[in-house]
C-alpha cells in the first residue's frame, strides 16, 4: 500500500506565497508522476501542475508563471511554490502519484487527503 501526505496549506493574504509538500511511503518501486490537483466548493476537482519522473512539468493556464512544481525523486516528495496567490486560488489541494508498488508492475493511481489553501484579506 502507498500513502500520500500533504502539508504546507494555511492561510495567506492575497500576493503572499505558500509551498506545499507530499511525500509518497509505503511498497513503492517507482514513481512514474506526481501532481497537484485542487478543489473549490462546489467545483469539480482539477490539475494544477505535474511532473514525470524525468522532470516533464505541466501546469492549468490559470498557475502558470505564478506556481512551480518540483520534486526530490530520492525522497518521494513532491514540492508546490505557489506565489502571487490569489482568491480565486482558495482550494483544497490534493496530491496525486502514479505509482508501481513492490507486489505489481502496474502503475496505479493514489491521492493524498488534501491540505485546504485560503487566500483572504
Known amino acids: 500500500q502507498v500513502q500520500l501526505v500533504e502539508s504546507g496549506g494555511g492561510l495567506v493574504q492575497p500576493g503572499g506565497s505558500l509551498r506545499l509538500s507530499c511525500v509518497a511511503s509505503?511498497?513503492?518501486?517507482?514513481?512514474?508522476?506526481m501532481g497537484w490537483y485542487r478543489q473549490a466548493p462546489g467545483k469539480q476537482r482539477k490539475l494544477v501542475a505535474g511532473?514525470?519522473?524525468?522532470?516533464?512539468?505541466n501546469y492549468a493556464d490559470s498557475v502558470k508563471g505564478r506556481f512551480t512544481i518540483s520534486s526530490d525523486n530520492a525522497k518521494n516528495t513532491v514540492y508546490l511554490q505557489m506565489n502571487s496567490l490569489k482568491p480565486e486560488d482558495t482550494a483544497v489541494y490534493y496530491c496525486?502519484?502514479?505509482?508501481?508498488?513492490?507486489?505489481?508492475?502496474?502503475?496505479?493511481?493514489?491521492w493524498g487527503l488534501g491540505t485546504q489553501v485560503t487566500v483572504s484579506s
Open positions: 509505503g511498497s513503492i518501486r517507482s514513481i512514474n508522476y
Open positions: 511532473i514525470t519522473s524525468s522532470d516533464s512539468t
Open positions: 496525486y502519484a502514479v505509482v508501481r508498488t513492490l507486489a505489481t508492475m502496474v502503475p496505479y493511481n493514489y
